[in-house]
């Protein structure tokens, strides 16, 4: 059964540095999602892409946080620099279009 | 603006008792109300859409427009059923997911 992969599966890394994060989607999945989920709360959308275009990232701390999704497949989400309020973890899914949402293991990421 | 609210953050209940996930909602509109459940050590998934009137795993959920709640409901709890539940509403076609907090519900031998 196909499923969204993430990895890495947990980053550390020190405050001020970059990071990046790499999500691949079901095959065939024209919209990707990342999330972020801090310890406690649920998901909250950072961006949505449909195909390689961004369509809401109004979540997004554009001062900071990076994504592209070059060929409308897979896609990376990047922080730089990275801060201790960053740490949390990294949700990716994707979905056939504005349909069921299939969810990644996520990345945790640790903010020293 | 959309908001979720799930006012219970831990449930516990024992096996063989009814048990119900509170959820209301803040929405201008007609939203889409979903429920997803993360079980230990698995991915977050689906369990229920309130637009497709399915019953899974015994679970059942209202869209109640008038007290703008969307409660997620089992007569039976199983320990299986031990797992953090989150409530989700969608505005607009194609338009972000908004999540509430999550409710860890336990269900006791």
């Known amino acids: 059964e196909a499923e969204v992969a993430q990895s890495p599966r947990y980053k550390i890394t020190e405050k001020s540095q970059a990071v990046a994060f790499w999500c691949d989607p079901i095959?065939?999945?024209?919209?990707l999602y990342w999330y972020r989920q801090i310890l406690g709360q649920g998901p909250e959308l950072l961006v949505q892409f449909q195909d390689e275009s961004v369509v809401d990232d109004s979540q997004l701390p554009k001062d900071r946080f990076s994504a592209e999704r070059l060929k409308g497949v897979d896609s990376t989400l990047k922080i730089q620099p990275a801060e201790l309020g960053d740490s949390a973890m990294y949700l990716c899914a994707s979905s056939p279009k504005n349909n069921e949402q299939f969810f990644g293991p996520g990345t945790r990421l640790t903010v020293l | 603006a959309q908001r979720v609210t799930q006012p219970e953050k831990l449930l516990s209940v024992f096996k063989g008792a009814p048990v119900e996930l509170k959820c209301n909602y803040s929405?201008?509109?007609?939203?889409?109300l979903f429920w997803y459940v993360q079980y230990s050590r698995q991915r977050l998934q689906l369990l229920l859409r309130?637009?497709s009137r399915e019953s899974i795993k015994g679970f059942t959920a209202d869209l109640n427009k008038g007290e703008t709640s969307f409660h997620l409901k089992k007569p039976f709890a199983q320990e299986e059923d031990s797992a953090m539940y989150y409530c989700?509403?969608?505005?607009?076609?194609?338009?972000?997911?908004?999540f509430g907090e999550g409710t860890q519900l336990t269900v006791n031998p």
């Open positions: 309130h637009i």
């Open positions: 989700a509403l969608r505005g607009t076609s194609g338009s972000r997911l908004t």
């Open positions: 929405y201008s509109g007609s939203p889409e």
């Open positions: 095959s065939g999945h024209a919209t």
